[in-house]
C-alpha cells in the first residue's frame, strides 16, 4: 500500500531538507550552549535527533496545512487560513519543544538540565521559523495554482482551436462538399424549390461552422438551429436512410455548451455506421431533466478502410469539458445502441478558464 504524506505545495518537502539542518543547529544550540559545539559525539547526536524529530514536527504541521487549506480554500478566506495555521503551528512548536528539552533532561542527555531561558529563545525561533514558512508555503501554492491555471488556459486555447478543425473536417472534406452540391444538382433539375430550399440550409451550415468567432459556448437553442440545417443536407443525401430525433424541453434550450457539440457526435455516428433505408440510422437527441442531453444512436457499425481516427472529435469534446471544469461527458456502448450524455453548462460563470 502507497503511503501519501501530506503536502501544502510541490515543494514542502525540498523545503523541509533545506530548513533541518541549519534548525536542528539553532535549535540545539539554545538546549545545550556552548557545550554543542564542544563534542563532536554531543553535536551529531544531538543534531540527528532534532532533524528526525522536526522532520515528524514538520509533516504534522503539513497535515494541518493541508486540513485548513480544505476548511478555507477560497481567496477570500487567506487571513482566516492562515491565522488558523500560524495558531496550531506555535500550539504544535511549544509541545515539540518542551518535549525536546525534557526528554534530555529525563535520559540526562551528556548530563543536560532544562535551560528556561534557552527553552524560550527557541521558542521565539521556531516560532519566527514556522511564521516565515506558511507565507513562503503560500506564497509557492499561489504561484503553482497561477501556473497551473495558465496551463490549463493554453490547453483551453488549443482544444478549442482543434474543436474548430474537427468541426470543419466534414465541410472542408471535398468528399461532403461534392455530395453536397451533387445534391443540389440533382435537386435544381428535379424541383427548384427544394433546391433553394436546400441552398438556403447548406449556407445557414456553412455560416455556423465557419463563422470566425472566440465564442467559448453557445445556447442549446442556437446548437440545435444548426443540427435541424445541418440534418436537412444529410437528409437530402441520404434520404430515409438517416432519422434524427429531437425532444428537448424549453428550460433547457436556454442552457450552454461547447458549439458544434452536437455536430461532434452526429457526424460521429453517421461516420462509423451503415445506413439503408430498410435498416436507418436513428439519432435521438432528449433531454433528460437532470441538466444534461442524451444522444444515442443504434448500432449499424461498417467496416472502415481508412486509418483515420474517427473518434478523435469525441475525444476532443470530453477534454474540452474537463478544461471547463465541468461534469465528465459519459459515453455507452450499449449491446445495440451507443449512449451519450452531454451535461449542460447554466451560465458562463460556472466555467474556470
Known amino acids: 500500500m502507497k503511503i501519501e504524506l501530506p503536502h501544502y505545495t510541490t515543494k514542502d518537502y525540498i523545503i523541509m531538507v533545506w530548513v533541518m539542518i541549519p534548525f536542528g543547529i539553532i535549535i540545539n544550540s539554545f538546549i545545550f550552549g556552548k557545550m554543542y559545539y564542544s563534542q563532536w559525539g554531543l553535536f551529531l547526536a544531538a543534531t540527528l535527533i532534532t532533524c528526525v524529530a522536526a522532520c515528524v514536527d514538520f509533516t504534522l504541521c503539513g497535515a494541518v496545512a493541508v486540513a485548513m ?22 500550539i504544535i512548536s511549544g ?31 521556531m516560532g519566527t521559523l514556522n511564521i516565515f514558512l506558511s507565507f513562503l508555503h503560500e506564497g509557492v501554492a499561489r504561484f503553482e495554482r497561477w501556473k497551473a491555471n495558465l496551463l490549463e488556459t493554453e490547453q483551453l486555447k488549443k482544444a478549442v482551436k482543434q474543436s474548430q478543425l474537427l468541426g470543419l473536417r466534414s465541410q472542408v472534406n471535398p468528399h461532403f462538399l461534392f455530395n453536397c452540391l451533387n445534391s443540389l444538382s440533382s435537386l435544381i433539375n428535379e424541383s427548384p424549390a427544394e433546391a433553394e430550399r436546400f441552398l438556403d440550409e447548406m449556407s445557414k451550415v456553412y455560416r455556423y461552422m465557419l463563422r470566425n468567432d472566440d465564442d467559448l459556448l453557445v445556447s442549446v437553442e442556437k446548437e440545435l438551429q ?21 425532444s428537448v424541453n424549453d428550460d433547457d434550450r436556454h442552457a450552454l455548451l461547447p458549439p458544434l457539440s452536437l455536430q461532434t457526435i452526429i457526424e460521429n455516428a453517421f ?32 467496416v472502415v478502410s481508412d486509418d483515420s481516427d474517427h473518434e478523435a ?41
Open 313 to 353: 472529435g469525441l475525444d476532443n469534446l470530453v477534454s474540452k469539458y474537463k478544461l471547463l471544469n465541468q461534469r465528465e461527458v459519459i459515453i455507452r456502448d450499449l449491446k445495440n445502441e451507443r449512449v451519450i450524455q452531454l451535461p449542460l453548462i447554466k451560465s458562463e460563470n460556472e466555467i474556470t478558464i
Open 226 to 246: 444548426f443540427i435541424n440545417s445541418y440534418y436537412s443536407l444529410l437528409k437530402a443525401r441520404y434520404g430515409e436512410s438517416i432519422c434524427v430525433n429531437i
Open 95 to 125: 509541545l515539540f519543544l518542551y518535549f525536546m528539552f525534557s526528554g534530555y533532561e529525563l535520559i540526562h542527555f551528556y548530563g543536560y538540565t532544562f535551560n528556561r531561558s534557552g527553552f524560550i529563545w527557541a521558542y521565539i525561533s
Open 271 to 302: 461516420t462509423q455506421n451503415t445506413m439503408q433505408k430498410a435498416a436507418p440510422l436513428k439519432i435521438q437527441i432528449r433531454s433528460n431533466n437532470k441538466g444534461a442531453l442524451v444522444i444515442s444512436n443504434n448500432l449499424q457499425p461498417k
Open 69 to 90: 487549506k480544505n476548511r478555507f480554500p477560497e481567496d477570500r478566506q487567506i487571513v482566516k487560513r492562515l491565522a488558523s495555521m500560524i495558531a496550531i503551528f506555535l
